[in-house]
């Protein structure tokens, strides 16, 4: 009798828990008020102008959208959001399950889903573009390289989905772009046969994005796009000292380094495999790879990213998709069961025990910031202390109001004069 099915699905359960006691909305300590706009979005979704995050025209609301549909089925705006979180979460594992069809190396990929290490802390959570726009990636991705797919669906369906991708985030023209240049002569095939779909799918991407660009809210700072060129060679300069940094093991982070040395090892590994067995990668592969590739050099191009400060988090993405491609090679170049379940299962506990334990230590350290905790002990103080209270406002920073808005139903929040990202015209 093959127990394996059974032992996957329960070490795949046991991901899950540790996922929804670390991770999920209702147990994170490192939710804030970046993460509580979408919250109140979902709330109150406005659709005239809500198609970007409030104050911005860069990341697409497609999470809150679909949150507000379900707070009005009577849920709070809190659970709704999390719930949310949880489906978009389950349909990525769907998409990765049927992309790699082994038990094993999918729960190597669910690891690396469910378990974000920092400086890609930020993965899954609301209020940033990833979780949406891996959705998309992948939603796309499943399509178009699946072979049991109607091809009017996955022609029908793929540009449309790359199009919400880029409404999600605009590094996803990188997948975009890499999904085109890997699989052209396909794609220029299919179009023989199919581009009357392939047109009106991707005509109606670009439509919905122009309008929801339209209805966003203009800011000069969102208008420029490319950094200078000594700001591109800073950037690039100041990655390579931090690689060099963590590979180091220089710093509190020792797993971190050990994933980056198992990273770059897994790499020259399937190199030198690749050669030996003279087996190219699969196109799945070479689309993961050169949108990594892609999305790194259009990172350090982003005007945005130097305005912020050029922060590491920024590369989630070539990080998710990188690691994801590596994971798929290793799979198709090594089948022996000793490299096999070695490889996997120390790139997985190494990634599982970096981001758990990071979570549980780490603090931004931020002053004068409410942790929400301590917001959920003073929300609950209030209504004790004051049973005939039934509701209040509280006035305050960003930082300070928003986040208890969120947490609870009964709860407005004013931030002072100049802080305010939710009222725009």
């Known amino acids: 009798m093959n127990f394996k099915p059974l032992i996957y699905s329960v070490l795949a359960g046991c991901l899950v828990y540790l996922f929804i006691v670390n991770f999920s909305l209702w147990f994170w300590p490192e939710l804030n008020s970046d993460h509580a ?3 109140l979005m979902t709330e109150s979704f406005n659709f005239s102008k809500d198609w970007y995050y409030w104050g911005q025209n860069r990341l697409g609301s497609f999470l809150p959208l679909v949150g507000h549909l379900i707070y009005l089925l009577g849920f709070s705006a809190f659970n709704a959001a999390g719930i949310v979180q949880l489906i978009i979460i389950a349909a990525i594992a769907f998409f990765l399950r049927r992309l ?7 729960l190597v ?4 889903l469910l378990f974000p ?6 993965q899954l959570s609301l209020g940033h573009p990833y979780l949406a726009q891996f959705f998309f990636i992948l939603f796309a991705f499943w399509l178009f390289f699946s072979d049991n797919i109607r091809d009017s669906i996955r022609y029908g369906f793929s540009p449309l989905l790359l199009m919400f991708g880029i409404w999600s985030s ?20 299919a179009f023989r046969s199919h581009w009357y779909l392939m047109i009106l799918s991707l005509g109606l991407g670009i439509k919905l994005f122009l309008e929801f660009k339209r209805r966003s809210v203009k800011d000069e700072k969102y208008e420029e796009l490319l950094a200078s060129f000594s700001d591109f060679g800073e950037s690039l300069f100041n990655q390579f000292g931090q690689l060099k940094f963590v590979l180091d093991f220089n710093g509190s982070k020792v797993l971190n380094s050990a994933i980056a040395a198992l990273i770059i090892l897994l790499l020259l590994f399937n190199i030198v495999g690749a050669i030996k067995f003279k087996r190219r990668p699969s196109p ?5 790879l050169l949108s990594t590739i892609f999305s790194i050099l259009i990172i350090h191009a982003s005007a945005w990213s130097h305005l912020m400060g050029m922060p590491h988090r920024y590369f989630t993405m070539p990080y998710f998709l990188g690691v994801l491609g590596l994971i798929f090679w290793t799979k198709d170049l090594w089948e022996g069961a000793i490299v096999k379940y070695s490889l996997g299962t120390g790139l997985a506990v190494l990634i599982i025990f970096a981001s758990i334990s990071f979570n549980s230590k780490f603090e931004t350290g931020a002053v004068n910031r409410i942790r929400v905790e301590e917001a959920e002990a003073l929300i609950s ?5 004051n049973p005939q209270v039934e509701s209040f406002t509280i006035i305050g920073s960003y930082w300070n ?3 208890l808005d969120a947490l609870s139903d009964k709860v407005s929040a004013i931030p002072f004069k100049g802080e305010i990202c939710g009222i725009w015209t």
Not at 109 to 112: I, R, V
Not at 117 to 122: K, L, T
Not at 170 to 189: D, Q, W, Y
Not at 284 to 288: E, K, N, S, Y
Request: hydrophobic share 60%.
């Open 37 to 39: 706009i979408h919250i």
């Open 100 to 106: 790699i069809k082994d038990g094993f190396w999918f």
């Open 109 to 112: 990929a669910l690891s690396l």
């Open 117 to 122: 290490i920092y400086p890609f802390w930020m």
């Open 170 to 189: 605009e590094l996803t023209v990188a997948a975009a772009l890499a999904l085109c240049i890997i699989n052209v002569k396909t794609i220029s095939k």
């Open 284 to 288: 799945l592969v070479q689309t993961l």
């Open 381 to 385: 103080n209030v209504f004790v202390e």
């Open 401 to 403: 109001t928003h986040l």
